[in-house]
Protein backbone atom coordinates (compact mmCIF):
# COMPACT_ATOMS: atom_id res chain seq x y z
CA UNK A 1 0.00 0.00 0.00
CA UNK A 2 1.39 3.23 -1.40
CA UNK A 3 0.95 4.84 2.14
CA UNK A 4 4.70 6.48 1.64
CA UNK A 5 3.47 8.78 -0.47
CA UNK A 6 0.46 9.77 2.18
CA UNK A 7 2.17 9.66 5.45
CA UNK A 8 5.67 9.11 5.81
CA UNK A 9 6.68 12.65 3.94
CA UNK A 10 6.01 15.78 2.33
CA UNK A 11 4.83 15.15 -1.31
CA UNK A 12 6.51 17.00 -3.46
CA UNK A 13 5.07 19.42 -5.85
CA UNK A 14 5.84 17.53 -8.78
CA UNK A 15 4.92 14.23 -10.20
CA UNK A 16 5.50 11.73 -7.89
CA UNK A 17 8.57 9.81 -10.32
CA UNK A 18 10.25 7.13 -8.44
CA UNK A 19 13.90 8.52 -8.10
CA UNK A 20 16.33 7.64 -9.99
CA UNK A 21 18.27 5.07 -8.50
CA UNK A 22 14.46 3.21 -7.99
CA UNK A 23 14.13 3.09 -11.88
CA UNK A 24 12.66 0.28 -13.54
CA UNK A 25 12.96 0.28 -17.31
CA UNK A 26 10.39 0.29 -19.33
CA UNK A 27 9.61 -3.46 -20.61
CA UNK A 28 8.33 -3.08 -24.51
CA UNK A 29 4.65 -4.39 -24.32
CA UNK A 30 3.43 -2.10 -27.76
CA UNK A 31 4.86 -2.59 -31.34
CA UNK A 32 5.72 0.92 -30.98
CA UNK A 33 7.68 0.89 -28.44
CA UNK A 34 9.62 -2.25 -29.24
CA UNK A 35 10.07 -0.28 -32.82
CA UNK A 36 11.08 3.19 -31.34
CA UNK A 37 13.77 1.02 -28.46
CA UNK A 38 15.27 -0.93 -31.06
CA UNK A 39 15.71 2.05 -34.02
CA UNK A 40 16.14 5.51 -31.72
CA UNK A 41 17.93 3.67 -28.10
CA UNK A 42 16.77 6.69 -26.24
CA UNK A 43 17.49 6.61 -22.66
CA UNK A 44 15.74 4.35 -20.74
CA UNK A 45 12.36 5.75 -19.00
CA UNK A 46 11.50 5.35 -15.34
CA UNK A 47 8.42 2.50 -15.04
CA UNK A 48 5.58 3.80 -12.10
CA UNK A 49 5.25 0.25 -10.59
CA UNK A 50 1.75 -1.19 -10.52
CA UNK A 51 0.02 -0.41 -6.61
CA UNK A 52 -0.50 -3.30 -4.77
CA UNK A 53 -3.64 -3.73 -3.38
CA UNK A 54 -5.91 -6.16 -1.40
CA UNK A 55 -8.95 -6.17 -2.97
CA UNK A 56 -10.78 -7.61 -6.09
CA UNK A 57 -13.94 -4.93 -6.73
CA UNK A 58 -13.55 -4.34 -10.32
CA UNK A 59 -13.89 -1.18 -12.18
CA UNK A 60 -16.57 -0.66 -15.03
CA UNK A 61 -15.06 -2.16 -18.08
CA UNK A 62 -16.89 0.62 -20.30
CA UNK A 63 -17.80 3.92 -17.77
CA UNK A 64 -18.91 6.25 -20.14
CA UNK A 65 -22.75 6.35 -20.97
CA UNK A 66 -23.94 6.03 -24.45
CA UNK A 67 -22.74 8.97 -26.53
CA UNK A 68 -22.87 10.46 -29.82
CA UNK A 69 -19.89 8.89 -31.76
CA UNK A 70 -18.53 12.04 -33.00
CA UNK A 71 -18.36 13.72 -29.34
CA UNK A 72 -17.31 11.08 -28.47
CA UNK A 73 -14.18 10.92 -30.53
CA UNK A 74 -14.18 14.49 -30.02
CA UNK A 75 -13.62 13.49 -25.84
CA UNK A 76 -11.06 11.57 -26.51
CA UNK A 77 -8.93 13.87 -28.63
CA UNK A 78 -9.55 16.57 -26.02
CA UNK A 79 -8.06 13.72 -23.40
CA UNK A 80 -5.01 13.58 -25.51
CA UNK A 81 -4.58 17.38 -26.54
CA UNK A 82 -2.65 18.39 -22.96
CA UNK A 83 0.19 15.60 -23.27
CA UNK A 84 0.48 16.52 -27.49
CA UNK A 85 1.03 20.19 -26.55
CA UNK A 86 3.97 19.24 -24.12
CA UNK A 87 5.79 16.96 -26.58
CA UNK A 88 4.95 19.32 -29.43
CA UNK A 89 8.66 20.13 -30.20
CA UNK A 90 9.30 16.22 -31.89
CA UNK A 91 5.80 16.96 -33.16
CA UNK A 92 6.33 19.41 -35.61
CA UNK A 93 9.87 17.71 -36.63
CA UNK A 94 7.81 14.54 -37.61
CA UNK A 95 5.72 16.78 -39.69
CA UNK A 96 8.14 18.98 -41.08
CA UNK A 97 9.81 15.93 -42.28
CA UNK A 98 6.58 14.32 -43.75
CA UNK A 99 6.14 17.57 -45.83
CA UNK A 100 9.42 16.99 -46.74
CA UNK A 101 8.40 13.48 -47.69
CA UNK A 102 5.40 14.39 -49.69
CA UNK A 103 7.13 17.37 -51.20
CA UNK A 104 9.67 14.91 -52.28
CA UNK A 105 7.39 12.47 -53.80
CA UNK A 106 5.82 15.07 -55.66
CA UNK A 107 8.51 16.03 -57.68
CA UNK A 108 9.66 12.40 -58.06
CA UNK A 109 6.53 11.33 -59.59
CA UNK A 110 6.54 13.67 -63.07
CA UNK A 111 10.15 12.98 -63.07
CA UNK A 112 10.06 9.11 -62.96
CA UNK A 113 7.63 9.83 -65.88
CA UNK A 114 10.13 11.97 -67.66
CA UNK A 115 12.96 9.84 -66.97
CA UNK A 116 10.61 6.71 -68.62
CA UNK A 117 10.40 8.14 -71.51
CA UNK A 118 13.79 9.65 -72.13
CA UNK A 119 14.89 6.22 -71.99
CA UNK A 120 13.18 5.47 -75.31
CA UNK A 121 14.54 8.82 -76.81
CA UNK A 122 17.94 10.20 -78.25
CA UNK A 123 18.96 11.88 -75.03
CA UNK A 124 22.60 12.79 -74.35
CA UNK A 125 23.77 10.53 -71.68
CA UNK A 126 24.97 13.37 -69.84
CA UNK A 127 21.63 14.65 -70.00
CA UNK A 128 19.67 11.19 -68.70
CA UNK A 129 22.77 11.40 -66.20
CA UNK A 130 21.61 14.46 -64.82
CA UNK A 131 17.88 13.55 -64.80
CA UNK A 132 19.15 10.22 -62.90
CA UNK A 133 20.80 12.19 -60.23
CA UNK A 134 18.37 14.14 -59.12
CA UNK A 135 15.70 11.63 -59.14
CA UNK A 136 17.97 9.79 -56.88
CA UNK A 137 18.16 12.74 -54.81
CA UNK A 138 14.35 13.14 -54.27
CA UNK A 139 14.40 9.55 -53.85
CA UNK A 140 17.17 9.61 -50.82
CA UNK A 141 15.63 12.93 -49.56
CA UNK A 142 11.89 11.08 -49.29
CA UNK A 143 13.71 8.18 -47.67
CA UNK A 144 15.37 9.85 -45.39
CA UNK A 145 12.80 12.16 -44.16
CA UNK A 146 10.61 9.36 -43.57
CA UNK A 147 12.86 7.64 -41.44
CA UNK A 148 13.48 10.71 -39.48
CA UNK A 149 9.44 11.17 -39.27
CA UNK A 150 8.73 7.79 -37.61
CA UNK A 151 11.80 8.33 -34.98
CA UNK A 152 10.51 11.64 -33.66
CA UNK A 153 6.76 10.99 -33.94
CA UNK A 154 7.57 7.63 -32.06
CA UNK A 155 9.67 9.67 -29.44
CA UNK A 156 6.66 11.77 -28.85
CA UNK A 157 4.18 8.60 -28.64
CA UNK A 158 6.27 7.11 -26.10
CA UNK A 159 6.56 10.46 -24.11
CA UNK A 160 2.97 11.05 -23.99
CA UNK A 161 2.56 7.74 -22.58
CA UNK A 162 4.75 8.03 -20.05
CA UNK A 163 3.28 11.30 -18.96
CA UNK A 164 -0.25 9.75 -19.28
CA UNK A 165 0.91 6.97 -17.10
CA UNK A 166 2.45 9.61 -14.37
CA UNK A 167 -0.63 11.49 -14.57
CA UNK A 168 -3.10 9.00 -13.87
CA UNK A 169 -0.63 7.27 -11.38
CA UNK A 170 -0.67 10.72 -9.62
CA UNK A 171 -3.83 11.24 -8.60
CA UNK A 172 -4.16 7.07 -7.71
CA UNK A 173 -1.45 8.42 -5.64
CA UNK A 174 -4.06 11.23 -4.59
CA UNK A 175 -6.93 8.99 -3.46
CA UNK A 176 -8.66 8.39 0.09
CA UNK A 177 -7.49 5.42 1.62
CA UNK A 178 -10.52 4.05 0.72
CA UNK A 179 -10.02 3.56 -2.75
CA UNK A 180 -7.67 0.97 -1.66
CA UNK A 181 -8.79 -0.90 0.76
CA UNK A 182 -12.53 -2.25 2.33
CA UNK A 183 -15.45 -3.46 0.93
CA UNK A 184 -15.87 -1.03 -2.01
CA UNK A 185 -12.11 -1.35 -2.99
CA UNK A 186 -10.81 -0.88 -6.08
CA UNK A 187 -9.05 -4.26 -7.50
CA UNK A 188 -5.40 -4.51 -8.13
CA UNK A 189 -5.67 -5.71 -11.40
CA UNK A 190 -7.80 -3.22 -12.94
CA UNK A 191 -5.45 -0.29 -11.87
CA UNK A 192 -2.34 -2.44 -12.91
CA UNK A 193 -3.48 -3.22 -15.87
CA UNK A 194 -5.11 0.18 -16.64
CA UNK A 195 -1.88 2.09 -15.80
CA UNK A 196 0.24 -0.47 -17.65
CA UNK A 197 -1.25 -2.53 -20.70
CA UNK A 198 -4.14 -0.15 -21.53
CA UNK A 199 -1.39 2.97 -21.59
CA UNK A 200 0.71 0.72 -23.94
CA UNK A 201 -2.34 0.89 -26.25
CA UNK A 202 -2.44 4.40 -26.25
CA UNK A 203 0.97 5.08 -27.36
CA UNK A 204 -0.33 2.53 -30.42
CA UNK A 205 -2.90 4.71 -30.91
CA UNK A 206 -1.36 8.22 -30.50
CA UNK A 207 1.81 7.35 -33.18
CA UNK A 208 -0.94 5.92 -35.29
CA UNK A 209 -2.78 9.47 -35.24
CA UNK A 210 0.21 11.61 -35.55
CA UNK A 211 1.60 9.34 -38.62
CA UNK A 212 -1.32 9.11 -40.32
CA UNK A 213 -4.04 12.39 -39.78
CA UNK A 214 -1.39 15.25 -41.21
CA UNK A 215 0.48 13.38 -42.98
CA UNK A 216 -1.79 11.89 -44.99
CA UNK A 217 -3.94 15.43 -44.92
CA UNK A 218 -0.68 16.79 -46.57
CA UNK A 219 -0.28 14.21 -48.98
CA UNK A 220 -4.29 14.27 -49.76
CA UNK A 221 -3.55 18.18 -50.83
CA UNK A 222 -0.22 17.81 -52.53
CA UNK A 223 -2.22 15.04 -54.93
CA UNK A 224 -5.07 16.86 -55.22
CA UNK A 225 -2.88 19.88 -56.31
CA UNK A 226 -1.12 17.76 -58.42
CA UNK A 227 -4.39 16.43 -59.80
CA UNK A 228 -5.68 19.54 -60.67
CA UNK A 229 -2.97 21.06 -62.89
CA UNK A 230 -2.99 17.60 -64.77
CA UNK A 231 -7.01 17.49 -65.28
CA UNK A 232 -9.43 19.23 -63.66
CA UNK A 233 -12.50 17.48 -65.05
CA UNK A 234 -10.96 13.88 -63.80
CA UNK A 235 -10.16 15.90 -60.30
CA UNK A 236 -13.67 16.74 -60.07
CA UNK A 237 -15.16 13.40 -60.85
CA UNK A 238 -12.92 11.96 -58.14
CA UNK A 239 -13.58 14.10 -55.39
CA UNK A 240 -17.18 12.82 -55.20
CA UNK A 241 -16.48 9.64 -54.55
CA UNK A 242 -15.21 10.99 -50.96
CA UNK A 243 -18.46 11.36 -49.35
CA UNK A 244 -19.40 7.68 -49.96
CA UNK A 245 -15.82 7.08 -48.66
CA UNK A 246 -16.81 9.35 -45.11
CA UNK A 247 -20.25 7.30 -44.67
CA UNK A 248 -18.35 4.05 -45.23
CA UNK A 249 -15.50 4.84 -42.81
CA UNK A 250 -17.86 6.34 -40.13
CA UNK A 251 -19.78 3.43 -40.18
CA UNK A 252 -17.01 0.44 -39.83
CA UNK A 253 -15.32 2.87 -37.32
CA UNK A 254 -18.40 3.04 -35.14
CA UNK A 255 -18.41 -1.02 -35.62
CA UNK A 256 -14.80 -1.30 -34.79
CA UNK A 257 -15.43 0.84 -31.35
CA UNK A 258 -17.99 -1.71 -30.42
CA UNK A 259 -16.04 -4.93 -31.22
CA UNK A 260 -13.03 -3.37 -29.74
CA UNK A 261 -15.01 -2.36 -26.17
CA UNK A 262 -15.67 -6.11 -26.00
CA UNK A 263 -12.26 -7.36 -26.54
CA UNK A 264 -13.09 -9.60 -30.05
CA UNK A 265 -11.22 -7.79 -32.12
CA UNK A 266 -10.12 -9.47 -35.02
CA UNK A 267 -7.04 -7.87 -36.66
CA UNK A 268 -7.16 -10.28 -39.51
CA UNK A 269 -10.86 -9.80 -40.52
CA UNK A 270 -10.52 -5.70 -40.04
CA UNK A 271 -6.98 -5.38 -41.97
CA UNK A 272 -8.60 -4.89 -44.81
CA UNK A 273 -10.41 -1.93 -43.61
CA UNK A 274 -7.44 0.09 -41.74
CA UNK A 275 -5.12 0.80 -44.83
CA UNK A 276 -6.03 3.66 -46.21
CA UNK A 277 -5.32 7.00 -45.44
CA UNK A 278 -7.35 9.34 -43.43
CA UNK A 279 -9.90 6.12 -42.81
CA UNK A 280 -6.93 4.29 -40.93
CA UNK A 281 -6.72 7.11 -38.62
CA UNK A 282 -9.85 7.50 -37.09
CA UNK A 283 -10.72 3.58 -37.00
CA UNK A 284 -7.48 3.71 -34.86
CA UNK A 285 -8.69 5.88 -32.76
CA UNK A 286 -12.30 4.74 -32.54
CA UNK A 287 -10.46 1.18 -31.72
CA UNK A 288 -8.23 2.88 -29.16
CA UNK A 289 -11.39 4.82 -26.85
CA UNK A 290 -11.62 2.50 -25.09
CA UNK A 291 -8.06 2.21 -23.42
CA UNK A 292 -8.20 5.86 -23.61
CA UNK A 293 -11.46 5.43 -21.45
CA UNK A 294 -10.44 3.33 -19.06
CA UNK A 295 -7.03 5.20 -18.23
CA UNK A 296 -8.33 8.13 -17.65
CA UNK A 297 -12.03 6.97 -15.61
CA UNK A 298 -9.22 6.49 -12.57
CA UNK A 299 -8.96 10.03 -12.38
CA UNK A 300 -12.83 10.82 -12.06
CA UNK A 301 -13.62 8.94 -9.63
CA UNK A 302 -15.50 10.92 -7.00
CA UNK A 303 -12.90 11.74 -3.96
CA UNK A 304 -14.28 11.06 -0.23
CA UNK A 305 -11.35 13.24 0.97
CA UNK A 306 -11.31 16.61 -0.48
CA UNK A 307 -8.84 19.54 -0.35
CA UNK A 308 -10.85 22.66 0.06
CA UNK A 309 -9.76 25.52 -2.70
CA UNK A 310 -8.89 27.92 0.38
CA UNK A 311 -7.29 24.92 2.65
CA UNK A 312 -4.59 26.81 4.69
CA UNK A 313 -0.62 25.84 4.96
CA UNK A 314 0.79 25.70 8.12
CA UNK A 315 3.87 27.36 8.32
CA UNK A 316 4.39 26.03 12.22
CA UNK A 317 2.54 23.42 14.16
CA UNK A 318 3.26 23.51 18.62
CA UNK A 319 1.55 19.86 18.27
CA UNK A 320 -2.03 20.58 20.43
CA UNK A 321 -4.37 17.65 18.67
CA UNK A 322 -8.18 17.46 19.75
CA UNK A 323 -10.19 14.68 18.62
CA UNK A 324 -13.96 16.28 19.08
CA UNK A 325 -16.61 13.74 19.30
CA UNK A 326 -15.07 11.95 16.91
CA UNK A 327 -17.10 9.26 15.27
CA UNK A 328 -16.44 6.74 12.38
CA UNK A 329 -17.40 3.57 10.31
CA UNK A 330 -16.12 1.98 7.02
CA UNK A 331 -19.45 1.76 5.58
CA UNK A 332 -23.15 2.80 5.87
CA UNK A 333 -24.35 -0.86 6.62
CA UNK A 334 -21.24 -1.72 8.83
CA UNK A 335 -20.88 -0.64 12.79
CA UNK A 336 -19.31 2.11 14.37
CA UNK A 337 -15.30 1.99 14.87
CA UNK A 338 -15.20 5.11 16.91
CA UNK A 339 -18.16 6.06 18.55
CA UNK A 340 -18.30 9.74 20.31
CA UNK A 341 -14.66 9.60 20.56
CA UNK A 342 -12.82 12.69 22.44
CA UNK A 343 -9.66 13.04 23.16
CA UNK A 344 -6.88 16.03 24.29
CA UNK A 345 -3.76 15.52 23.62
CA UNK A 346 -0.94 18.48 24.41
CA UNK A 347 1.61 19.87 22.65
CA UNK A 348 4.94 17.66 23.88
CA UNK A 349 2.65 15.36 25.26
CA UNK A 350 3.04 11.73 24.86
CA UNK A 351 -0.04 9.60 24.69
CA UNK A 352 -0.42 5.46 24.68
CA UNK A 353 -3.23 3.88 23.06
CA UNK A 354 -3.97 0.57 24.15
CA UNK A 355 -6.45 -1.83 23.21
CA UNK A 356 -7.28 -5.23 21.03
CA UNK A 357 -7.03 -5.59 17.63
CA UNK A 358 -10.34 -4.06 15.56
CA UNK A 359 -10.39 -1.72 18.49
CA UNK A 360 -9.81 1.17 16.52
CA UNK A 361 -6.35 2.31 17.19
CA UNK A 362 -5.14 2.46 13.89
CA UNK A 363 -8.49 3.66 12.27
CA UNK A 364 -7.97 6.61 14.68
CA UNK A 365 -4.30 7.24 13.17
CA UNK A 366 -5.79 7.63 9.77
CA UNK A 367 -8.26 9.80 10.39
CA UNK A 368 -5.51 12.15 12.07
CA UNK A 369 -3.98 12.03 8.82
CA UNK A 370 -7.17 12.43 6.91
CA UNK A 371 -6.72 9.30 4.73
CA UNK A 372 -10.37 8.48 6.30
CA UNK A 373 -12.84 11.20 6.46
CA UNK A 374 -15.00 10.98 10.12
CA UNK A 375 -18.62 10.29 9.67
CA UNK A 376 -18.96 12.94 12.60
CA UNK A 377 -17.51 15.08 14.51
CA UNK A 378 -13.91 16.92 14.17
CA UNK A 379 -10.29 16.54 14.73
CA UNK A 380 -8.45 20.45 15.51
CA UNK A 381 -4.86 20.43 15.36
CA UNK A 382 -3.03 23.55 17.28
CA UNK A 383 -7.44 24.38 16.88
CA UNK A 384 -7.71 24.71 13.31
CA UNK A 385 -9.84 21.91 12.26
CA UNK A 386 -7.49 19.49 10.09
CA UNK A 387 -10.59 20.18 6.84
CA UNK A 388 -9.11 23.53 6.40
CA UNK A 389 -5.64 22.85 6.17
CA UNK A 390 -3.63 20.94 2.67
CA UNK A 391 -3.70 17.61 2.89
CA UNK A 392 0.26 18.11 2.06
CA UNK A 393 0.78 20.56 4.98
CA UNK A 394 -0.88 18.62 7.56
CA UNK A 395 1.17 15.45 6.46
CA UNK A 396 4.16 17.29 6.35
CA UNK A 397 3.44 18.15 10.34
CA UNK A 398 2.29 14.39 11.16
CA UNK A 399 5.11 12.00 11.18
CA UNK A 400 4.42 8.15 11.26
CA UNK A 401 6.88 5.43 12.37
CA UNK A 402 4.62 2.28 11.46
CA UNK A 403 5.47 -1.85 11.99
CA UNK A 404 5.00 -2.14 7.82
CA UNK A 405 8.11 -0.64 7.45
CA UNK A 406 8.18 0.71 3.34
CA UNK A 407 11.68 1.01 2.43
CA UNK A 408 12.66 1.38 -1.68
CA UNK A 409 15.21 0.36 -3.81
CA UNK A 410 17.59 3.00 -3.60
CA UNK A 411 20.42 4.38 -1.42
CA UNK A 412 20.33 4.83 2.53
CA UNK A 413 20.63 8.35 2.10
CA UNK A 414 17.57 8.40 -0.27
CA UNK A 415 15.34 6.45 1.98
CA UNK A 416 16.27 8.66 4.61
CA UNK A 417 16.06 12.03 3.40
CA UNK A 418 13.05 10.83 1.07
CA UNK A 419 11.08 14.16 1.56
CA UNK A 420 13.78 16.22 -0.05
CA UNK A 421 14.40 13.77 -3.11
CA UNK A 422 12.49 15.62 -5.57
CA UNK A 423 15.00 18.40 -4.71
CA UNK A 424 18.34 18.49 -2.44
CA UNK A 425 19.00 16.07 0.24
CA UNK A 426 20.89 17.71 2.80
CA UNK A 427 23.79 14.95 3.90
CA UNK A 428 24.26 16.24 7.10
CA UNK A 429 20.77 16.35 8.31
CA UNK A 430 20.80 12.78 6.96
CA UNK A 431 24.02 11.61 9.37
CA UNK A 432 22.55 13.64 12.39
CA UNK A 433 18.92 11.76 11.79
CA UNK A 434 21.26 8.48 11.50
CA UNK A 435 22.90 8.89 14.47
CA UNK A 436 19.94 9.74 16.82
CA UNK A 437 17.93 6.75 15.32
CA UNK A 438 20.97 4.53 15.76
CA UNK A 439 21.62 3.58 12.82
CA UNK A 440 24.59 5.50 11.91
CA UNK A 441 27.08 2.39 13.78
CA UNK A 442 25.53 0.02 10.78
CA UNK A 443 25.08 2.13 8.04
CA UNK A 444 29.13 3.41 8.07
CA UNK A 445 29.85 -0.43 8.30
CA UNK A 446 28.20 -0.60 4.97
CA UNK A 447 30.45 -0.80 1.69
CA UNK A 448 29.46 2.64 0.21
CA UNK A 449 28.22 3.92 3.72
CA UNK A 450 25.29 6.09 3.14
CA UNK A 451 25.37 5.65 -0.71
CA UNK A 452 24.87 1.95 -0.19
CA UNK A 453 22.03 0.47 -2.03
CA UNK A 454 19.72 -1.41 0.05
CA UNK A 455 17.88 -3.86 -2.49
CA UNK A 456 14.12 -4.10 -2.97
CA UNK A 457 11.75 -2.92 -0.06
CA UNK A 458 15.40 -2.50 1.96
CA UNK A 459 16.35 -6.48 1.44
CA UNK A 460 19.48 -6.47 2.14
CA UNK A 461 19.05 -4.78 5.74
CA UNK A 462 17.57 -6.64 8.76
CA UNK A 463 14.15 -6.04 10.54
CA UNK A 464 16.16 -3.92 13.12
CA UNK A 465 17.97 -2.08 10.65
CA UNK A 466 15.11 -1.06 8.64
CA UNK A 467 13.44 -0.09 11.85
CA UNK A 468 16.00 2.77 12.97
CA UNK A 469 15.99 3.61 9.15
CA UNK A 470 12.27 4.08 9.14
CA UNK A 471 12.97 6.40 12.67
CA UNK A 472 16.25 8.30 10.93
CA UNK A 473 13.28 9.00 8.25
CA UNK A 474 10.86 10.38 10.54
CA UNK A 475 14.06 12.36 12.44
CA UNK A 476 14.97 13.59 9.09
CA UNK A 477 11.82 14.85 8.41
CA UNK A 478 11.14 16.92 11.60
CA UNK A 479 7.57 16.28 12.45
CA UNK A 480 6.06 18.14 15.37
CA UNK A 481 3.68 15.51 15.65
CA UNK A 482 4.45 11.89 15.89
CA UNK A 483 2.97 8.76 15.21
CA UNK A 484 4.58 5.38 16.30
CA UNK A 485 3.44 1.70 15.98
CA UNK A 486 5.70 0.01 17.78
CA UNK A 487 7.54 -2.54 16.06
CA UNK A 488 10.14 -4.08 18.54
CA UNK A 489 8.25 -7.78 19.32
CA UNK A 490 9.59 -9.14 16.41
CA UNK A 491 13.34 -8.17 16.88
CA UNK A 492 16.24 -9.92 18.89
CA UNK A 493 16.71 -8.16 22.44
CA UNK A 494 20.14 -6.12 21.46
CA UNK A 495 17.90 -5.02 18.16
CA UNK A 496 14.84 -3.88 20.71
CA UNK A 497 16.98 -1.96 23.18
CA UNK A 498 18.84 0.02 20.27
CA UNK A 499 15.45 0.88 18.31
CA UNK A 500 14.04 1.67 21.94
CA UNK A 501 16.55 3.92 22.71
CA UNK A 502 16.23 5.38 18.85
CA UNK A 503 12.22 6.02 20.13
CA UNK A 504 12.93 7.62 22.99
CA UNK A 505 15.26 10.05 21.45
CA UNK A 506 12.59 10.84 18.91
CA UNK A 507 9.86 11.25 21.49
CA UNK A 508 11.87 14.60 23.19
CA UNK A 509 10.30 17.67 22.05
CA UNK A 510 7.31 15.91 20.18
CA UNK A 511 3.46 15.30 20.44
CA UNK A 512 3.70 11.53 20.35
CA UNK A 513 0.61 9.05 20.18
CA UNK A 514 2.22 5.50 20.65
CA UNK A 515 0.39 2.73 19.64
CA UNK A 516 1.30 0.37 22.21
CA UNK A 517 1.80 -3.25 22.27
CA UNK A 518 4.66 -3.03 24.78
CA UNK A 519 4.20 -2.59 28.76
CA UNK A 520 7.37 -0.35 28.84
CA UNK A 521 5.86 1.41 26.12
CA UNK A 522 2.73 2.04 28.10
CA UNK A 523 4.88 3.30 30.87
CA UNK A 524 7.22 5.62 28.42
CA UNK A 525 4.23 7.83 27.79
CA UNK A 526 2.21 11.03 30.04
CA UNK A 527 -0.75 8.98 29.68
CA UNK A 528 -2.41 6.10 28.42
CA UNK A 529 -5.78 5.26 27.42
CA UNK A 530 -7.31 1.98 26.69
CA UNK A 531 -9.06 1.98 22.92
CA UNK A 532 -11.91 -0.47 23.11
CA UNK A 533 -15.15 -1.49 21.28
CA UNK A 534 -15.06 2.16 19.46
CA UNK A 535 -14.78 3.80 23.25
CA UNK A 536 -12.03 5.64 24.73
CA UNK A 537 -10.76 4.98 28.78
CA UNK A 538 -8.15 6.77 30.40
CA UNK A 539 -6.31 4.98 32.85
CA UNK A 540 -5.10 7.84 35.07
CA UNK A 541 -3.80 6.64 38.34
CA UNK A 542 -0.47 4.57 38.60
CA UNK A 543 -2.51 2.00 40.31
CA UNK A 544 -4.98 1.33 37.85
CA UNK A 545 -3.06 1.64 35.21
CA UNK A 546 -0.52 -1.58 36.69
CA UNK A 547 -4.29 -3.10 37.28
CA UNK A 548 -5.08 -2.74 33.88
CA UNK A 549 -1.91 -3.31 32.75
CA UNK A 550 -2.10 -6.97 34.28
CA UNK A 551 -5.41 -7.53 32.80
CA UNK A 552 -4.36 -6.36 29.52
CA UNK A 553 -1.13 -8.89 29.72
CA UNK A 554 -3.41 -11.56 30.49
CA UNK A 555 -5.00 -11.03 27.72
CA UNK A 556 -2.32 -10.67 25.06
CA UNK A 557 -3.33 -7.39 24.50
CA UNK A 558 0.23 -5.48 25.70
CA UNK A 559 2.90 -8.06 26.80
Not at 58 to 67: G, V
Not at 366 to 373: A, G, I
Request: proline share 6%; net charge positive; aromatic share 6%.
Amino acid sequence: MPLHRLILLSPPSQPPLPPPSLHLHLRPTSKLETKFLRFNSPSRLPFIPPLKLINSTKLPLNPQTQQNPLSKTLETLTKLKPFLQTNHQPILLGWLCSSISVFSLLKVIPRIGSFSSNLTNNISISKLGDQGLVLGVLLLAKLVACYWKQVFLWEAALRVVYQMRVFVFEKVLERELGFFEGGNAVSPGDIAYRITAEASDVADIVFALLNTIVPNILQLFAMATQMLVISPSLSLISAMVIPCMAFVIAYLGERLLKISTRAHLSIATLAAYLNEGIGKAYNELKQGEPAVERLFFLTKLEFKVIEKPDAIDLSHVNGEVKFCDVSFKYADNMPHVLDGLNLHIKAGETIALVGPSGGGKTTLVKLLLRLYKPSSGSILVDNRNIQNIRLESLRRHVGLVSQDIMLFSGTVAENIGYRDLMTNIDMERVELAARIANADEFVRTLPEGYRSHIGPRGSLLSAGQKQRLAIARAVYQNSSILVLDEATSALDSRSELLVRQAVERLMENHTVLVIAHRLETVLMADRAFLLQDGKLEELTESPLLAGHCDSLMSTGVVI
